[in-house]
């Protein structure tokens, strides 16, 4: 079924443009302007290459959906798609299928991006994806309501979350609004979680799930306490459908007025601004709240550029990436879709810190963002993630006690992984 749907969406998209010289198709995403964003980059390249024809293939919001149709073009060893948007986790799981951009980007293009972002790209000393942009997970928060309820600033714990989101919501219900609610996030049983939760542990000091040295670490009091805090918070202070949201779930309620705080990426920002929303000019972002005793923590995110090693055009395809992922491209982007660059220059640009006044604030959170494990269990990020979400998703809908949930995910992850367990 899923093979079927790559074809179809394939010859949606390159159908209509079998005389092109060179017909290059970039699988993009579509969360936010992304979609809109790389189709009028495209164009920018078409115009100053006529020989090249870039086509841009939306594809599924959803993470493990996305790599689900990724892995089917590669196991039919497809040339329909040269070039991929790949998340941070996936290099060392999906190398084996990418050229060595190495061969073709410029060593002085390549030291332009963040070299955090470059190191984890780079499997077997090949460069496997180009930095496109980064992420990573803030607080939003209303400005005017905060003021509003007598509040001076944003939380800086869960617990002062808690309790501001339950004293806004309550006011702006008996104000005439049933619909508000005081905190929205991404609770949906797939990667989204693991970030949000991710960033609860880490905050709470219970740890990365799995440390860098290879220990499974997420069976602590820390980590269980923190599950069982967000668990708390559905029907709460979070409507009880928050168990479904995604990224843009989040974003629609947030975007329409219906909530006082949110986690998301920076992407929202600029939507948040728009002429069209309703809380344009009434928000703000900060770091994430943290636990007791702990400091925030921001899910590092971010996708990067990658070349498929079965395009029959590996030259004009890594030429494509390396004009999407430019300086110029990623400025465009900035400026218009509050996504992070991964040019280190871009954050001392005034035009890009005018639109995005958040980048330059919150650079340490961007620089600092917490790793998900996908280095420590590659090739087995993937099952170790699910395994993750799927076990913080039963806490948060009440299948699962959070404390008998992660002893049980203890035991999956050393079945995935084969290693030790201890303490964070």
């Known amino acids: 079924m899923r093979r079927a749907i790559v074809a179809l969406l394939?010859?949606?998209a390159v159908g209509s443009l079998a005389w092109a010289q060179v017909s290059i198709t970039v699988a993009a995403g579509n969360v936010g302007q992304e979609l809109a964003l790389t189709k009028a980059a495209?164009?920018?390249y078409m115009d100053s290459h006529p020989g090249v024809t870039v086509n841009v293939l939306d594809t599924p919001d959803f993470v493990q959906d996305r790599?689900?149709?990724y892995l089917q073009v590669f196991e039919?060893?497809?040339?329909?798609?040269?070039?991929?948007?790949i998340d941070v986790i996936w290099p060392g799981d999906l190398a084996e299928h990418f050229i060595d951009l190495n061969q073709y980007v410029p060593k002085d293009v390549v030291d332009q991006h963040f070299p955090a972002i470059v190191k984890n790209n780079t499997v077997d000393g090949k460069l496997i994806g180009l930095p496109w942009f980064t992420d990573a997970g803030l607080l939003y928060y209303r400005t005017d309501l905060l003021q509003k309820y007598g509040f001076s600033g944003p939380p800086t714990t869960w617990d002062e979350l808690q309790s501001m989101a339950k004293t806004i919501q309550d006011g702006e219900r008996a104000a005439g609004n049933p619909d508000f609610w005081g905190f929205v996030w991404q609770g949906n049983a797939y990667e989204g979680l693991t970030c949000d939760a991710l960033e609860w542990i880490k905050s709470s000091n219970g740890g990365t799930i799995i440390s860098p040295d290879k220990v499974i670490t997420i069976n602590n009091q820390?980590?269980?306490?923190?599950?069982?805090?967000?668990?708390g918070w559905v029907g709460t202070i979070s409507p009880p459908g928050v168990t479904s949201f995604g990224e843009e779930d989040a974003r629609n309620m947030w975007q329409a007025g219906n909530a006082a705080f949110m986690r998301n990426w920076p992407y929202a920002y600029s939507l948040g601004n728009a002429t069209d929303s309703a809380i344009q000019g009434k928000f703000d972002v900060s770091p994430l709240p943290a636990g007791p005793g702990g400091q925030p923590a921001a899910t590092l995110g971010g996708w990067q550029l990658a070349v498929s090693k079965y395009s029959k055009h590996p030259d004009v395809a890594a030429d494509v990436a390396m004009f999407l992922a430019s300086p110029a491209e990623q400025k465009i982007r900035a400026i218009q879709g509050?996504?992070?660059?991964?040019?280190?220059?871009?954050?001392?640009?005034?035009?890009?810190l005018e639109a995005a006044p958040f980048f330059g604030s919150l650079y340490d959170v961007f620089i600092n963002a917490v790793a998900r494990p996908s280095t420590a269990t590659a090739p087995n990020y993937n099952e170790?993630?699910?395994a993750f979400f799927n076990a913080v998703h039963d806490v948060l809908t009440g299948k699962e006690n959070a404390t008998d949930a992660m002893a049980l995910l203890e035991l999956d992850l050393q079945d995935i992984t084969g290693f030790a367990t201890g303490q964070p």
Do not use: C, E
Request: aromatic share 6%; charged share 20%.
């Open 67 to 69: 790599l689900g149709v």
């Open 10 to 12: 394939v010859a949606a």
């Open 42 to 44: 495209a164009q920018r």
């Open 222 to 231: 820390n980590a269980i306490d923190a599950v069982d805090r967000a668990a």
């Open 76 to 85: 039919a060893k497809s040339s329909d798609v040269d070039v991929f948007q």
């Open 384 to 386: 170790v993630s699910t």
């Open 338 to 352: 509050s996504f992070n660059p991964t040019v280190m220059s871009l954050y001392k640009d005034p035009q890009v």
